[in-house]
């Protein structure tokens, strides 16, 4: 019977979908009604015992009120009789405080019961018999004050017979109350009673039918389902081929993992392949830059196999067909003659072949060709279309790493070809410098000989002759000489430009790699296991490692081109030395070390210098401190040092440098001993760049050490940073014969980039509403990504530009809330994009926060950036970049600081920059100014050099030197003309100046508008 059943289902699957739809329905639908009836019955009996329980409640409310009226009326009574009695008028209070009240609540108490005309009655007869009695009470209480004889009136017994009529009718008035309340709850009870019990049986019927009908259909559908499980059964086993594949794809991405050369990368993905699949043979072949496929890799055969092909034109075999047309190509049923696979006990031939094509990015650049003694499945082909973009990735990957070790070995063979020439070129010098000792002492011997030389004048004039000949060829080999050393010396010259020129390219695509490796690294979606992440993880550390030995190689490059700019402020000492402090306490804690901070007293409070190349230098020398000791203690102390400078001592426990060696570490990419960089790591850079950073800050840098004792490292800085003139460089003195011949090296020029391909965006897409979008401005394709994909993350939506041309044209048309900009554009300069932005009254407003490698945030936050962010960055900062950015999109209302002292300007300025969303604070002294800044946020500050207290240049310097709440741009509005040395000093610090004139009011509420970013 169950037999025929299912083949009744499988002959009719419509009708099995019926009846479980019909069952399904009904066991769904009338449980689902009696659900809704039972609920709608019992909300109207709900909504029916609220009704009476307001009722009762009512009820109740109305006998409070009747037994304050009863009470008021004793009152009344009381107090008239105990001045009767007593005569004394204390004893009127309660009477004279119930007349009043009696009125007022006895007409709240009708507005209660107006709803029963009955009680409506009473209460008016009791209005009635009140008055009564109070004009009968009024008429006994003036006879007891007149002295009348106010006891016949009480004996005539007219005030008992109105208080018991009074009191009579409250009582009637109380009991119809009381059994109007019973009444409500009686039928309240009864009527709940009835609901429930009716519900209870239909619910019961309703029961009973589903559970007898559900029955008896349910079971014949089991029945049907019998033929499901079966075709799940052939699911399953498709899902189970499904992670054969994923699981293949994984481990095929583990082998290919950490950086691997072509060779060992082709040797993992083979073994991995012929493992997994069951091949016998193999081979890996690479598309090389003339475009023929070599091959680089092979298993189960020979490399040095002559029988079969190493290299392949694009047309000359099935290898260069597959990667011409991307296309997987198989062959089956092969000849025996195709191809011999020998083992230690026999040989064959193999019966199939597949031959895939490897790519990156949409572009073939390697196959896989695979043999197997078996017949081909699905699923190996399967696996090879899945393979081909890691293959791909880790291919192209290797040949970037291949090219990247030739470009590094030969700027070292330049170097060292460079210092050779400058030591044959010092030699030279020697030499020269030699024969000019001996030309001297042949002169002076001469002289000693004038007198002999007189009576031979003749035989020596044509020794003088010989001898201007020869002066003269020593004045042209000098010549050439000075001419090949400034050759030499724009030969080092371009190499430092190229490596400081090269900071763009070098640190935008790691920038990009280690933001992706992070993502990885922190599994957001949880897709990766444990050893993945740790791979990840190493991806992100050795980029870091990368990174900062590329931060301090371009460094040394900058000192050694002259690019290396110094931007002097007015520092605070104490800031900056806490503030290194909490940067290296917790790492010398996490070492066990103690960390301690010394100030001295006569140490000035603030140093004119370039605070971020001061504390580059510190912090090399407490990283080296808190590196190099294993117990013991780490000092970093302040202190005077004569009368115009100031030294940092950084102090430590550790393993202390030879004297021998003390000047060898300031070498650049040398240490002690080798045994030093194995143990601790490092480059041997810090210490050099430390001390060109120090000269270059008019300081400079001194060690005391001893081994196993510790260090000390001394940073002598002037307390005023004066630049320095660079002395005009005197030309060398050397043998013209002793120099080879050196060309003239030209400037390396400039790759142009290629247009590239545009990033898909959302300029296209209508903003959801209450969606703010921003406009992305960056030329590197990866990183422009890698900034969408986070503004998509964030809720924003995302418009991308790779050049400079249209991008002002893009904003006035689509109108972004906000933009981020890169500063090296392929076609422009970021700042001149800036610029065309702020002069445009359309895109003035719009916020602009600046993303670059270059170093121009002084310039770009002067034109109305922001905000600055240095590439590299990590994904963290870039969401910090995003939160300044939304903060100062819902920032509704911009706050600007005023100081003048004179009022009438002061009320000026605010009527002319004033707004609904501007809030204007106005001071009229630097104390109060600078108290409010220490308390208080302001997006701009206006600022007269003339206040009664101190000037506004000590305001701006104690703004510098002072831990305020936030620094705004300054604008300094002056009727006093500056010298130029004044408005340079002013400039430091401000972001405008203006004098005030005819036109200057115009001119301060552009400036206003353009750092609050209004329109």
């Known amino acids: 019977m169950p037999n025929a059943a299912s083949k009744a289902i499988t002959a009719s699957p419509a009708q099995d979908t019926t009846a479980f739809q019909r069952i399904l329905k009904r066991n769904v639908t009338l449980p689902l009604g009696v659900g809704l009836f039972g609920a709608l019955l019992f909300v109207v009996l709900v909504a029916y015992l609220l009704s009476t329980i307001g009722w009762v409640e009512h009820t109740d409310q109305i006998l409070r009120r009747a037994n304050i009226l009863q009470k008021l009326t004793i009152d009344k009574e009381t107090g008239m009789r105990g001045f009767l009695l007593t005569g004394d008028e204390a004893f009127l209070a309660p009477y004279e405080i ?42 006994v209480v003036d006879a007891r004050r007149k002295g009348g004889n106010y006891l ?19 009582d009637d008035f109380v009991d119809t109350e009381q059994r109007l309340r019973l009444e409500r709850n009686n039928t309240a009870s009864r009527t709940s009673w009835v609901v429930i019990a009716t519900y209870l049986i239909f619910t019961l019927l309703i029961s009973g039918f589903l559970a007898f009908n559900g029955r008896r259909e349910l079971v014949s559908l089991s029945r049907s389902y019998g033929a499901a499980l079966d075709e799940q059964q052939r699911h399953a086993e498709s899902l189970a081929a499904q992670a054969w594949l994923r699981d293949g794809q994984r481990q095929l991405g583990d082998s290919l993992e950490g950086k691997q050369d072509l060779a060992r990368l082709g040797h993992n993905a083979l073994e991995f392949l012929s493992n997994y699949l069951g091949s016998v043979v193999g081979a890996l072949y690479v598309r090389s830059d003339s475009g023929h496929l070599q091959r680089v890799a092979g298993w189960g055969f020979s490399t040095t196999d002559d029988t079969a092909g190493t290299a392949f034109a694009q047309t000359d075999s099935l290898v260069a067909e597959a990667a011409n047309n991307a296309r997987q190509i198989q062959l089956r049923d092969l000849p025996s003659s195709y191809l011999r696979v020998t083992s230690g006990l026999g040989q064959g031939a193999p019966t199939s072949v597949i031959i895939s094509p490897v790519m990156n990015d949409g572009v073939v650049n390697g196959v896989i060709e695979l043999g197997f003694m078996r017949a081909l499945e699905d699923r190996d082909g399967e696996l090879l279309e899945f393979a081909r973009a890691s293959v791909g990735a880790s291919v192209e990957a290797a040949r970037y790493r291949q090219r990247l070790q030739d470009s590094l070995e030969e700027t070292q063979q330049l170097n060292e070809e460079l210092q050779v020439q400058q030591e044959e070129l010092r030699t030279s010098n020697e030499e020269l410098e030699e024969q000019s000792r001996a030309l001297k002492e042949s002169q002076a011997h001469l002289e000693s000989q004038q007198a002999e030389l007189e009576q031979i004048n003749v035989q020596l004039s044509d020794q003088r002759d010989a001898l201007d000949d020869k002066n003269e060829a020593l004045g042209q080999a000098q010549r050439e000489v000075e001419a090949r050393a400034s050759e030499l010396e724009r030969a080092s010259q371009y190499k430092s430009e190229f490596l400081a020129n090269m900071s763009h390219e070098l640190r935008t695509p790691l920038n990009s790699t280690l933001i992706l490796a992070r993502l990885l690294a922190d599994n957001g979606k949880g897709n990766l296991d444990a050893e993945q992440v740790k791979f990840s993880e190493s991806i992100y550390s050795a980029g870091n490692d990368l990174l900062n030995l590329i931060n301090d190689i371009l460094d040394i490059a900058k000192v050694e081109a002259g690019k290396m700019d110094v931007r002097a402020e007015t520092t605070s000492v104490n800031a900056m030395a806490e503030a290194l402090k909490r940067t290296f306490e917790p790492l010398a804690a996490n070492k066990k070390l103690s960390f301690e901070l010394i100030v001295g007293q006569q140490v000035p409070a603030t140093l004119y210098t370039d605070r971020q190349r001061v504390e580059q230098i510190l912090k090399n020398l407490l990283s080296n401190a808190v590196k190099f000791t294993d117990k013991g203690n780490v000092t970093l102390e302040v202190q005077p040092h004569g009368a115009s400078e100031v030294a940092f001592r950084v102090t430590d426990s550790g393993i202390g440098v030879d004297a021998g060696q003390q000047k060898l570490i300031f070498e650049a990419f040398r240490q002690a001993d080798g045994t030093t960089s194995r143990k601790y790591g490092g480059t041997g850079l810090g210490l050099s760049i430390s001390r060109d950073l120090a000269r270059l800050l008019g300081g400079k840098i001194d060690v005391s050490s001893k081994p196993g004792v510790g260090s000390t490292f001394t940073l002598t800085l002037p307390m005023q940073y004066e630049e320095a003139e660079q002395p005009a460089p005197q030309p060398p003195h050397v043998d013209p014969a002793s120099l080879p011949s050196l060309a003239s090296p030209a400037a390396p020029p400039r790759r142009p980039r290629e247009r590239a391909a545009p990033i898909p965006d959302d300029r296209d897409i209508a903003p959801v509403l209450g969606q703010r979008r921003v406009l992305v401005v960056e030329d590197e394709p990866q990183f422009a990504q890698i900034l969408r994909d986070l503004a998509h993350e964030l809720g924003y939506g995302c418009i991308v530009a790779q050049q400079a041309d249209g991008v002002l044209e893009l904003a006035e048309r689509l109108r972004p809330d906000a933009m981020l900009l890169d500063m090296r554009l392929p076609d422009g300069s970021g700042l001149s994009v800036l610029q065309r932005l702020k002069d445009n009254a359309t895109t003035r407003h719009i916020p602009v926060h600046v993303i670059s490698v270059q170093d121009l945030s002084e310039t770009a936050l002067q034109m109305g950036a922001i905000g600055y962010a240095r590439k590299p960055t990590t994904r963290d900062e870039l969401r910090a970049v995003f939160s300044r950015l939304e903060a100062k999109l819902s920032q509704k209302v911009k706050r600007v ?29 630097g104390m109060e100014a600078l108290d409010r800044l220490h308390r208080e946020i302001f997006d701009c500050m206006i600022i007269d050099l003339k206040l009664p207290d101190m000037t506004g240049n000590e305001v701006l310097k104690r703004m510098a030197g002072e831990e305020i709440r936030s620094f705004p741009p300054v604008i300094v509005y002056t009727g006093r003309n500056l010298t130029r040395e004044e408005e340079a000093e002013l400039q430091r610090s401000s972001r405008s100046i203006i004098i005030k004139g005819a036109r200057s009011p115009e001119r301060l509420l552009d400036e206003v508008t353009l750092f609050l970013h209004k329109v």
């Open 897 to 925: 600081l005023v100081v003048e002292d004179d009022k009438l300007q002061r009320e000026s300025i605010a009527r002319l920059i004033g707004d609904e969303d501007i809030e204007i604070v106005t001071v009229e002294s």
């Open 98 to 139: 119930a007349k009043p009240r009696l009125k007022t609540e006895g007409e709240a108490l009708k507005l209660a019961v107006a709803d029963n005309p009955v009680q409506l009655d009473r209460l008016r007869r009791i209005d009635g018999l009140q008055e009564e009695w109070d004009k009968f009470g009024a008429m």
């Open 152 to 170: 016949e009136a009480i004996r005539a017994g007219r005030g008992k017979r109105l208080t018991d009529e009074i009191r009579s009718e409250f």
